[in-house]
């Protein structure tokens, strides 16, 4: 495991922005870095834990993107979008690592992010009433033949609330192959579902965006 970063909860310096915030860990102010971890921590770390499957290994990922900024805050560049560049640092650490086994192993040569096996909860994407618990069933058994590139491109957008600027970013992929994965699979959960069920989603009241 990486070197554990335990921030003080007990920091009360005010920032104007996440741009104000950055800039100030550059500056090499400890407050502002405990005060970003504590704000992105648990967001980040859920993320990993979709794309890792693993508990242990996605803290790990996310402890040691935290670390890693804060070692080298003397060489980092100032960044307007602090959120986006987060997540994007994140998913590159993941894919580097499981490329990085991938030749220790001795398999393929190169490794594409395809490989990442996003796993999208229904529970996710359904509200609660007094029938979630069918409707989740039924959702679930949908998802999971979603693709994982689909189901990582709905988590951003309707879990963490990115548009598609940011998602482009952080899955390296163009703004109009963003909108096709969420459409592909809006569409296929538009004919694969009741719409009762249909209903009980949070994307059904985004699906007039597309």
Same mark, same amino acid.
């Given at each position: 495991?990486? =070197? ?5 909860? !007990? ?17 090499? %102010?400890?407050?502002? $870095?405990? *005060? ?5 921590? @648990? ?8 794309? !890792?499957?693993? #508990?242990?290994?996605? =803290? @790990? ?11 080298? /805050?003397?060489? *980092?560049? %100032?960044? &307007? ?9 994140? #998913?590159?650490? +993941?894919?580097?690592?499981? /490329?990085?086994?991938? !030749? ?13 096996? &996003? ?7 359904? +509200?609660?009433? %007094? ?26 957008? $309707?879990?963490?609330? &990115? ?13 109009? !192959?963003? /909108? ?7 569409? $296929?959960? /538009? ?10 989603? +949070? ?5 007039? &965006?597309?």
């Amino acid at each position: 495991m990486v =070197e554990s970063i335990q921030p003080d909860y !007990t920091c009360d310096v005010k920032f104007k922005d996440d741009p104000d915030l950055w800039q100030s860990i550059l500056e090499g %102010e400890r407050d502002a $870095f405990e *005060l970003l971890f504590q704000k992105y921590f @648990d967001d980040l770390f859920h993320y990993a834990l979709k794309l !890792t499957g693993q #508990r242990s290994i996605a =803290e @790990d990922h996310v402890q040691g993107l935290f670390l890693y900024i804060w070692q080298k /805050r003397g060489t *980092l560049k %100032e960044v &307007m979008a602090v959120k986006t560049y987060l997540w994007a640092a994140l #998913r590159r650490r +993941i894919i580097d690592s499981y /490329r990085k086994k991938k !030749t220790e192993r001795k398999y393929l040569n190169t490794y594409h992010d395809d490989n990442l096996s &996003m796993q999208l909860s229904s529970e996710e994407l359904i +509200i609660n009433d %007094e029938q979630a618990t069918i409707r989740s069933k039924k959702l679930k058994k949908a998802i999971e033949q979603l693709s994982s590139r689909e189901c990582e491109v709905l988590y951003l957008k $309707f879990y963490e609330g &990115m548009n598609y600027q940011e998602i482009e970013q952080i899955m390296s992929v163009n703004y109009q !192959t963003c /909108r096709n994965y969420t459409y592909r699979a809006i569409e $296929f959960l /538009r004919k694969t579902l009741h719409t009762e069920v249909l209903a009980s989603i +949070i994307l059904a009241g985004l699906l007039s &965006m597309l």
